[in-house]
């Protein structure tokens, strides 16, 4: 059984046998649980008219990333429930609003709205009917910007990723520095927080590793004290994300974070093709169990809970609970973790994950303030 980098509030670290590969001992399993739903959520009467609902972003269904994670919370949801949601799929930006009204029209009474750019045209359903739930990933929908979600009928579903991005990052440096390469790379898809929030982990990660190994790993791609670095402008698997992938491998890396779903795609083609040798990490899911294609490529994975926050909002709803208090995933919370480094954990650096295990402990603790401007 594989196990993910992860802890609990009430359970404590019991044990690390880096040699069998397990991070983190949980009582009685060994592992944390994959992707299943909180131990707080459970079946409930469904009050009557409940009808769920799940708008994707322009990525869609089939993403191995953010929407793929949505739906596949709502759909073990509505299993449970005994119920059958409406998912309406984006193609572009300019499905978002016309499927919001699609979804008000077929009388939805929970919408979910997977990701920051549907942000607007939430709102706007959301203010336009008040009797109508929302919650919406990676967003506060705070379109105006003044602090406060612009509905109070919107339950925002954000996740602070940088923490996990830390761990990411100082296991990429580690990866690097034991190759003797010292360069790791990054990309994003869109300029936006909830890309941006992985980066920013991810370079404050290297750091931690160069402070404490006196290292000079270099990061390329990303600049978190400017905030800025190398974006394609969307989410698409286009020739776009393959040459912005290349100009960062171009800077002689051996480890890359591609952020923004289906991009991944892209860096693994131009991996390939480059015949470098050159690894990458995962986003949101656990890349080298979503798409198996891309595992011997696929050092670690930096994890959202996605779909378990969207599974708890819709079990919460279903039962008249609805609560548009916003939920942040965190470390502690395991709404974002680290993932098993799956065959690449036999080639690891000695004692890594005893000090990855270490360095997840201090950011609980709050030993270690992982600061990001992106964090919700």
Known sequence: MEAELTISRTKKLVGVTAAAGILL???????????????????ADVVDGFQACLVSDAGGWNDKSFNQSAKEGMDRAADELGIEPLELESTSENDYAPNMETAVAEGCT??????????AATVESALANPDVNYAIIDDYADTDFDGTTDAPNIKPLVFNTAEAAYLGGYAAAAWSAQSGVNKVGTFGGMQIPSVAVFMDGYQLGVEKYNEDKGADVQVFGWDSEAQTGSFTGGFDANDTAKQTAQGVLDQGVDVILPVGGPIYQSAAAAITDGGTGTVMLGVDSDLAVADPDVADLTLVSI??????????ATIAAASGDFDPEPYIGTLENEGVKLSSFHDFESQLPDGLLDELTALQEQIISGDIVVESPNSP
């Open 25 to 43: 001992a949980l009582a009685g399993c060994g592992s944390a649980p994959e992707a299943s739903p909180s131990d707080s959520a459970g079946a």
């Open 303 to 312: 994890m959202k809970a996605i779909d378990v926050a969207v599974y708890d």
């Open 110 to 119: 929970l919408i979910i709205s997977v990701g920051f750019n549907l942000s």
